[in-house]
């Protein structure tokens, strides 16, 4: 929601929001541009619209910000133009004079204009030259059928002749010249096209020919070994030269419409090979012009636009200011007498000072003789919440703010997340050695940030480049969970000393059968190597894997009701407190906080009791004796006590409240109390209808059914989010291997998150399992397939499984217990906050 100014504000507290109040400013209209401009660069104050009810096209400054708008566009069209020809803008400062808009807009205009200009002559050369180059390619191919046509005809008419001296008559000469004459007067004269089709659809091209025509053609193609840009795309595509003969007008039309179909370009050719070889001589000297001509070109436009380059990024600043500045304006409402403009918005307590400087500054830099006014307004509007948020927990207060904003002044929970969020993924991916990965990915994005925050990234990557500090603290809780259930890739290290217990007997080496005796000192930190991979393991881990989850859960339950009862003291909420806070506390404790007692009573005197039977007995038949469950003396009448307070405490939620509220709303308009204005959750709960006279109607069904639906939600809520928190020890510890196997059948996003036992799955039946063929081949294989599966299910799968699952328990089984998240976010109008795409 903002990050802090150095040096500039107090110390930021995060538990609550920022005090907020509405201001107003009486602004003369010649110092309105500056005023704003300046007010834009603190960024503390987020303006109302007073001029609502009119249309954008109804604003004063309309037409500013539609000139805005076209010096914008051309913005654009030259950052494409940059793009296209490979030019960056320079990132350099540029040390300049104040920039008149107008002048910047006439100067934009005149660059447009001359940059369109040179790109339409240069495509003009370019196609001309790019014809030449296809002509060029035409005459040297066509020459060389023509040449060897040629060629070939001389051969094959001096084979004849030779045939006939042999067979000479006297008689002979005379009939030849008969049949020469008679012939030449029946001699058709055939035609020709030459030009270049596409290589792709060169055999189509000849097939469609050769039907439309009868096969009353001849062709001949030939391929161009480099492809060639053409004219009228400007895309480079592989060609074929071809050569049709034909005879008559008519199938002359009917190949130059396919030609046209196909996007065939036709050149002249000539059958004189002495002009042949003229115009290759006058097309490569053309050929040549051209080239130094648009090479010229390229030259001049490739300045023009690093000329451009070089202030690109100071005028693109300039016009996304100015117009952010217009479109504030336009939010401000004259005066009756049309010399000043009226601003409302709110703005931090604390900002109050340097939104006057502002003010003072902007006066005597524009040289109005009368300053700006500023004043506090007092309203019953509920203000914006703005939380002042750094590089670190900006994060975490994302996470909280998803869910939704909070309300002005209430208890934020982003500050309990910092801890709380990365713990349970903790808990539900706990191993060192995944978390070492995780910690080494997330220092480069950190190690980076500089350079990767100014770059765009990928969706997925600017995610995670954003959540980065959070991956950190998830990464260095992983690590510490993960040593405490001394797992690495699922494997057991003895780091803090050794194991405790010892084989009985050989039976005993068997890893799935038990026989540990207890031989030394308990084993200092974590669980025991030895536990894992035992049929001992399955009891005691599990056991202690699922308490834990339920202290950490009832935990977590509490500190949100207390969170509630913060919020009811700040508010000054009494019925909260005594109708609310309390009967939770009681009621969540009597069942819950009481079993979390239990547990670790049972843990610290080594107790076999059934805690099932304790917790259901209790409820079925709380007058009979406990025999071998009991824990302490005197338990069956302390569950007794608090089985009775559980019971009265739904009533205790339930009933006094609505009529309590329904008595202070009589007091108010009856005159008989005073209470003060009410900004409170008081005003979600009691629905006020105004008539035409201003009179409140109080709808004591309306309250008394939110009421009861706020009651049964918590009481059922209790028990399904307690049970809820299982999910850090089932999604932790999935025990039976047919489970796991449906995980990947049915459900990847509930059950791959038994890491232990997926982890030890990849250790044993890929990386063990190869490495007992004794083959170098199978273990590399296996080594590859432990390492794609290590890094794809538990390190990117299972990781964004546990995030959610954290995120469900915070926002679901946390969050619901106090917190409204029905505010709206604080938008401060600030040049900070512009991006490219707000246009």
């Not at 890893?511 to 025991?528: E, H, Q, R, S």
Request: aromatic letters at 12%.
């Amino acid at each position: 929601m903002g990050e802090v100014r150095g040096g500039c504000c107090p110390p930021m507290d995060l538990f609550r929001s920022e005090a907020m109040q509405l201001v107003q400013l009486i602004i003369p209209i010649e110092s309105a541009h500056v005023t704003v401009s300046y007010l834009g660069d603190l960024g503390f104050l987020q303006f109302k619209d007073l001029n609502s009810e009119k249309s954008p096209f109804q604003r004063t400054y309309a037409a500013q910000i539609k000139k805005c708008g076209d010096m914008a566009r051309k913005l654009r069209f030259f950052k494409e133009q940059m793009d296209k020809a490979g030019v960056s803008p320079s990132s350099k400062p540029v040390t300049q004079t104040d920039i008149d808009m107008d002048g910047l807009d006439l100067k934009l205009g005149e660059l447009e204009a001359e940059l369109v200009e040179m790109n339409a002559n240069n495509d003009k050369l370019q196609r001309t030259y790019n014809e030449l180059i296809e002509y060029k390619l035409v005459l040297l191919k066509a020459g060389e059928f023509f040449s060897s046509a040629l060629s070939s005809a001389t051969a094959q008419q001096r084979e004849i002749e030779s045939h006939q001296v042999g067979e000479e008559s006297l008689d002979t000469p005379l009939l030849a010249d008969q049949e020469i004459s008679t012939d030449s007067s029946k001699q058709v004269k055939l035609g020709f096209l030459t030009g270049l089709v596409p290589k792709e659809k060169s055999l189509a091209f000849e097939r469609i020919i050769f039907r439309a025509t009868r096969g009353n053609v001849f062709i001949r193609q030939s391929a161009i070994e480099v492809p060639v840009i053409d004219p009228i795309s400007g895309e480079k595509i592989e060609k074929n030269v071809f050569v049709v003969f034909y005879s008559g007008e008519r199938a002359k039309t009917k190949i130059l419409k396919i030609c046209e179909a196909f996007g065939a370009n036709r050149y002249p050719f000539t059958e004189d090979l002495g002009k042949q070889n003229q115009i290759i001589d006058e097309v490569s000297g053309k050929v040549s012009e051209l080239k130094t001509t648009i090479d010229a070109g390229l030259l001049h436009r490739s300045n023009l636009l690093q000329t451009i380059g070089d202030q690109f990024v100071q005028w693109n600043s300039l016009v996304r200011k100015e117009k952010s500045i217009c479109h504030t304006l336009n939010m401000l409402s004259l005066d009756v007498t049309k010399k000043c403009l009226v601003a409302e918005g709110w703005s931090p307590v604390f900002a109050s000072k340097q939104i006057q400087e502002a003010l003072q500054r902007a006066a005597f830099d524009s040289s109005s003789q009368v300053g700006a006014i500023f004043q506090v307004l007092h309203t019953k509007e509920s203000p914006p919440t703005y939380f002042r948020t750094n590089i670190f927990t900006t994060a975490f207060q994302e996470i909280v703010d998803a869910y939704g904003v909070a309300r002005y002044q209430e208890a934020n929970p982003g500050v309990y997340t910092i801890v709380t969020f990365p713990f349970l993924f903790a808990v539900m991916f706990g191993d060192w050695g995944h978390g070492i990965c995780l910690l080494l990915t997330t220092l480069v994005f950190i190690i980076r940030e500089n350079k990767l925050s100014g770059q765009k990234l990928g969706d997925i990557t600017e995610m995670t480049f954003g959540g980065r500090y959070v991956i950190l603290l998830m990464a260095l809780f992983s690590i510490y969970t993960g040593l405490i259930y001394n797992e690495f890739f699922s494997v057991p290290f003895e780091l803090f000393g050794h194991s405790a217990y010892a084989c009985r007997d050989l039976s005993c080496r068997d890893a799935t059968t038990d026989g540990l005796i207890k031989v030394g000192p308990t084993y200092p930190f974590g669980v025991d190597p030895v536990w894992h991979g035992t049929r001992s393991e399955l009891p005691f881990l599990n056991s202690l894997k699922m308490k834990m989850s339920i202290l950490l859960g009832v935990a977590q339950m509490n500190l949100g009701i207390i969170l509630s009862f913060f919020n009811a003291v700040y508010f000054r909420n009494g019925l909260n407190i005594w109708f609310q806070f309390i009967p939770q506390m009681i009621f969540l404790n009597s069942l819950f906080g009481y079993l979390s007692l239990l547990i670790i009573v049972k843990w610290a005197t080594g107790s076999q009791a059934d805690l099932y039977h304790v917790m259901i007995y209790m409820f079925l038949s709380p007058t009979d004796e406990l025999g071998e469950n009991q824990l302490f003396a005197g338990q069956k009448m302390v569950q007794q006590v608090l089985l009775l307070l559980a019971l009265v405490s739904v009533p205790w939620m339930l009933l006094p409240k609505p009529f309590l509220m329904k008595k202070q709303h009589e007091d108010r308009h009856l005159g008989q109390s005073y209470t003060p204005l009410q900004s409170t959750e008081e005003s979600l709960q009691v629905e006020v209808n105004h008539d035409s006279h201003g009179h409140e109607e109080f709808e004591f069904s309306e309250v008394f059914v939110h009421q009861l639906i706020h009651t049964i939600e918590f009481v059922l809520g209790a028990v399904s989010n307690t049970a809820s928190y299982l999910r850090l020890w089932a999604l932790r510890h999935l025990i039976h291997p047919v489970g796991l196997i449906m995980c990947f059948i049915l459900s990847l996003s509930f059950c791959s998150l038994a890491h232990s036992e997926l982890s030890s799955v990849f250790y044993e039946k890929v990386l063990l399992l190869a490495w007992g063929f004794n083959n170098v081949i199978i273990l590399i294989v296996g080594i590859i397939i432990f390492i794609f599966a290590t890094i794809g299910v538990l390190l990117v799968m299972e990781t964004l499984s546990a995030f959610l699952h954290a995120l469900r328990l915070h926002w679901v089984e946390f969050q619901n217990k106090f917190y409204e998240g029905d505010g709206y976010r604080f938008y401060p109008f600030s040049f900070a906050l512009l991006s490219d795409e707000d246009e």
